[in-house]
């Protein structure tokens, strides 16, 4: 077998153009079915994700390993527990982890029945391992259960969910009135309350059996506990194998800068390959077909789906119940999370819009999330001409099933592309742009070092350093004082510099690096392209804002069409709800305003 990952640098390279896994939609939640391209070893593998933040991270990696696990015969379906990610929301009433556990249960029925198989393997990660045990002792033929970084402790995990809570607020410049603290949140998802008390008594070294002989535990460094529950395990069945999940933290850190972990990838395609490799039954020959029956919610119903060339992207369209009375919003992906969005943002706005009779799609660009990459793209694509491709699949989706007009939204790299969208097509008559970090990306320039050590806004990093945890945190070594001192030496130069051309302005030589932005902003003017600029008070774009249009954007006066929203007290991701309700309500005006045209 080629080593982990060979796959994907073959398709990358331009071998092959691989489609999106094909979608179904069963329990109130859809799965993404792919099958086997070699000959079926008639054993199937599902996919356990775990929670919130941490799903949102291994999304991706859900996603190659599947590829790669079709290549050597082995179908998989990967889905969301009800009332996370694209499912249905569900009510909390009470159940704890029951409701995730029977829409696993109904995954495994759904998988059986589209490979053919009568066998599986569970490959699990963080909280999907707990789901995996209780699902073994359920469900005949599970030959094998894969826990990566399993929740041991439930205690231990939520005090760990707390930290990682913090840790990820504080990153986005969060202050403590401003943070979603109730319950348990974690990057804006808030866990059901009865599933965080079922959680709370969870111990997985009290489990006293176990339904299945084989086992593989990907172990976290530093965290003995897990080499002490994969001992335990081998008191539960015979075959038990163990590694190091190396590169576990670098893949759960954040989405947007997430490496994917070869050396684990391989261990786990390998040990899922051997235990597979035990004959036994072979898979049927008229397994069925998967079916996306749309989901169908209050004043709304989503249809998951495939589009573009070789159906290689993977979205959702949300549709009224009723009749469509607003123009159809192309929700674009920021960065590397997944189309439901930030804290599930995207989902809960398309539903809103469908209420209010303004269809939309969300979908992931090649290369993040479920859509596979596209033939001979980089493997950054993050400010990528490449990605202009997929707006314009996405677009000629909409006008196929007679949904133009249409207008482009997205936040921060979303942002940036809806704006390159629009100005190159004209099937965009208006653009919601939100935190764009900038408008024009300078080709030259690293994207993953731009990434890697984003700058905050001169207004931010003074607030920091007035407060006295940040000071502490900096001299005791905890904050990279070389790389903010370097992001606000590079703020001051740049607000000098607009100085500098404020007063040389009337030179033309001085506003040549202006020309790309101006120019396009000339272009969506005189088509009529209805325009919204949205930016939190302190975020780092408005530097990059007031670099085209002058101090506090006093250029727009030559654009009066464009409207200018500044959030205040919010962050770039717009966590608080307040910030949330002022991008929703000109994304629906926005709508209505066009389908009225």
Known sequence: ?????????????????????????????????????????????????????????????????????????????????????????????????????????????????????????????????????????????VDGIAFLAPVISGRAYLRELTVWSRMIDESMGLAEAQRLAEGVTVASLRMPDSAADAIRKLNLMTLDRLGTPNCLVL???????????????????????????????????????????????????EWVQSVAAVPGEIAATDPALPVAQPLVGEGFRETPLRFGAESRLFGILCEPEGSRTGATALLLTTAYDRSAGWGRMSVTMARTLARDGIASLRFDTAN????????????QVLYSREQHRDVAEALDLLEKRNLLPAYVVGRCSGGYLAFQAAVRDARCGGLITVNPYSFHWDESRSVDEALRFAPRSLETYGRKLLQMETLKRLFGGQIDAKSAIYNMAT????????????????????????????????????????????????????????????????????????????????????????????????VREMGLRLGAR
Request: proline residues 6%; aromatic residues 8%.
């Open 219 to 269: 172990t976290r460094p530093g965290r003995p506990g897990d080499a002490d529950f994969a001992r335990h395990l081998e008191t539960l069945a015979p075959q038990v194998a163990q590694a190091s999940y190396e590169g576990y933290d670098d893949l759960v850190s954040n989405p947007t800068v997430a490496t994917m972990p070869t050396a684990a990838g391989r261990n786990i395609i």
């Open 491 to 586: 703020g001051l130069r740049r607000r000098a510099a607009r100085t500098g051309r404020q007063l040389l302005g009337a030179f033309p030589v001085f506003a040549a690096a202006q020309g790309p932005v101006l120019g396009g902003f000339r272009t969506l003017a005189r088509r009529g392209v209805d325009m919204s600029l949205i930016y939190s008070a302190h975020d780092i774009g408005l530097d990059h804002l007031h670099d085209q249009f002058g101090e506090n954007g006093v250029g727009l006066k030559h654009f009066p069409d464009i409207r200018l929203t500044i959030i205040p007290e919010a962050d770039h991701n717009l966590t608080p709800p307040y910030a949330r309700k002022v991008y929703l309500k000109e």
């Open 1 to 141: 077998m080629a080593g982990w990952g060979a796959a994907e640098k073959e398709r990358n390279e331009g071998k092959q153009l691989r489609s999106a896994a094909t979608p179904a939609t069963f329990a109130g939640t859809v799965g993404l079915f792919t099958s086997a391209i070699a000959p079926s070893r008639g054993t199937a593998v599902l996919f356990l994700s775990p929670w919130g933040f941490e799903e949102m991270c291994v999304r991706k990696f859900w996603r190659i390993l599947a590829e790669d696990l079709a290549d050597i015969g082995l179908a998989s379906l990967r889905f969301d527990y009800a009332g996370t990610g694209d499912a249905l929301d569900a009510a909390d009433e009470g159940e704890g982890l029951t409701l995730w556990q029977e829409t696993a249960l109904a995954a495994a029925a759904e998988l059986k029945a589209l490979s053919g198989c009568k066998r599986l393997i569970l490959v699990s990660q963080g909280l999907g391992g707990t789901i995996a045990a209780a699902l073994a002792e359920r469900l005949a033929g």
């Open 368 to 379: 993040v999330g479920d859509s596979p990459p596209l033939s001979g793209a980089p493997e």
